[in-house]
């Protein structure tokens, strides 16, 4: 039963480029959160998605950032036109549907983005 | 914000027992106490969680106490491996929504040979 699993697992961009980060939740999750670590600092909650649906963006930078989970496939995290301060570790993590009182979350290993 | 305080740094000897307190005065009802870590920059790990009962797992004990207001987590005997950020949240479980997991600055453990 495979975890989270995220990919690339370093990206490197220029600035001015575009990110896209991909995760694929565990089997039978179909809530999906994106978190965003930056150096030396704690972690920031981004986004909240179910399939087809983003239910809490509240995190998320009004401008470049977008998110989605699509039916079929993972879900991606673009960011834009990126600039040095997006420099970040990026972290997803699934649940399953229904009730979560039994269940923390699952987190991948993380996307380390470095714009240069 | 989170809604928890826990102490910035704490020091454990290898082979002792490690004792995380928090605190959450202001915890509602229908809110459970998290507990995760972070191993140096890897994805946080999910500890154990409960609501007012005491709970144990393989990997630690939660001591809720019984107006709730704080919690510890306890590993029994801490090895080296178990240096890390360690976080406390409370968070409402349940329904469809799932809900957010609001990260503090943690405790970070360092455990000493």
């Known amino acids: 039963n495979a975890g989270v699993m995220q990919n690339p697992r370093h990206l490197v961009r220029r600035r001015g480029q575009e990110a896209r980060l991909r995760c694929s939740p565990m089997?039978?999750?179909?809530?999906v959160y994106w978190y965003r670590q930056l150096p030396e600092e704690g972690l920031k909650f981004m986004v909240y998605l179910q399939k087809e649906n983003i239910i809490d963006e509240s995190g998320m930078p009004k401008e470049r950032f977008s998110a989605e989970f699509p039916k079929e496939g993972p879900s991606i995290l673009r960011i834009q036109q990126v600039v040095r301060g997006d420099s970040a570790a990026y972290f997803c993590?699934?649940?399953?549907?229904?009730?979560?009182?039994?269940?923390?979350?699952?987190f991948g290993s993380g996307t380390r983005l470095t714009v240069v | 914000d989170a809604k928890t305080t826990q102490p910035t740094s704490m020091d454990c000897a290898e082979g002792r027992a490690a004792n995380l307190p928090c605190n959450h005065s202001?915890?509602?009802?229908?809110?459970?106490v998290y507990w995760y870590r972070q191993i140096h920059s890897q994805g946080p790990q999910y500890i154990i969680h409960g609501l007012k009962n005491n709970e144990t797992n393989e990997m630690a004990s939660l001591i809720i106490t019984e107006d709730r207001k704080s919690s510890t987590l306890i590993l029994p005997h801490a090895t080296l491996r178990d240096t890390a950020v360690y976080y406390c949240i409370v968070r409402v479980a349940g329904g469809n929504q799932g809900g957010k997991l609001i990260f503090g600055q943690g405790t970070e453990l360092s455990v000493k040979p």
């Open positions: 089997k039978g999750h179909s809530h």
């Open positions: 993590a699934s649940s399953p549907p229904g009730s979560t009182a039994n269940y923390g979350y699952t």
């Open positions: 202001t915890i509602s009802g229908n809110e459970y």
